[in-house]
């Protein structure tokens, strides 16, 4: 039953919106970087800093190696928080050079779930973003959790109230097929609704899932 239901909300969202061209960048690494710069910010802020890093000549594992940390906040400034997101770029490239010579190529030998727990061992990395890492830029099998997806999980009432990240994940892996392309459109499907429809206080109307069972009452932040 589940399954069925979040099959059906999948088709009324894509017949809805189409494909959703997710995630944007132009190298995996960018995608990784992307994915650590755009926590607590949109994404048009994460695009400056990434431009920015292009324009200066550090987009790439080495030179973000190399680079000096306040040389490296004063880049990504537009993304927000960049003291803090330094740091946690940095800490992610010293994982990537002390455990995997800065190769992302070495990364592909690794089983997802030991990836996994690496990437959650970085100080700064929670799962959503080492989750975005893996199916986005690595290409794993791994469906990304955010506030838009529990939002409307919850409204749906296919999870129950206090559920964790990882109960969220565990609905979508086990009662869908497991397919890197199909995870990546659902997830940028219901990014895309959760912004237009199921905000904090839904507007219900005119949604794509507005025919399906749904709760109004509930404000998710």
């Given at each position: 039953?589940i ?6 909300i ?7 919106f ?8 132009e ?5 990784m ?22 324009s ?9 190696h ?6 490296l906040?004063?880049?990504i400034?537009?993304?927000g ?6 740091k946690?770029l940095?800490?992610?490239i010293n994982?990537?050079?002390d ?10 030998a690794?089983?997802t779930?030991?990836l996994?727990?690496?990437l959650l061992?970085i100080?700064?990395?929670?799962c959503?973003?080492a989750?975005?890492?893996?199916l986005y830029?690595?290409?794993?099998p791994?469906f990304v959790?955010?506030?838009?997806t529990a ?20 609905l979508f ?9 199909f ?11 959760g912004?237009?429809?199921c ?16 709760t109004l ?5």
């Amino acid at each position: 039953m589940i399954s069925e239901t979040l099959s059906e909300i999948y088709q009324l969202l894509y017949d809805a919106f189409g494909p959703q061209h997710w995630w944007p960048g132009e190298t995996p690494f960018e995608i990784m970087a992307g994915a650590i710069l755009t926590q607590n910010t949109n994404w048009a802020n994460v695009e400056k800093a990434i431009a920015n890093l292009k324009s200066a000549g550090y987009m790439t594992p080495e030179a973000l190696h190399r680079i000096d940390l306040t040389q490296l906040a004063e880049l990504i400034r537009p993304a927000g928080y960049f003291n803090i997101k330094a740091k946690r770029l940095k800490n992610f490239i010293n994982w990537l050079f002390d455990d995997y010579s800065g190769e992302l190529t070495n990364l592909e030998a690794i089983y997802t779930d030991q990836l996994r727990e690496e990437l959650l061992a970085i100080k700064g990395i929670g799962c959503e973003t080492a989750d975005s890492i893996l199916l986005y830029a690595l290409g794993r099998p791994v469906f990304v959790v955010d506030a838009y997806t529990a939002r409307i999980t919850l409204r749906h009432e296919l999870i129950e109230p206090g559920a964790d990240y990882e109960q969220l994940r565990e609905l979508f892996e086990s009662n869908l097929p497991e397919d890197v392309r199909f995870y990546n459109e659902y997830h940028a499907l219901l990014v895309r609704a959760g912004k237009e429809f199921c905000r904090p206080k839904a507007k219900c109307h005119g949604c794509p899932l507005e025919e399906l069972p749904h709760t109004l009452d509930i404000e998710y932040c």
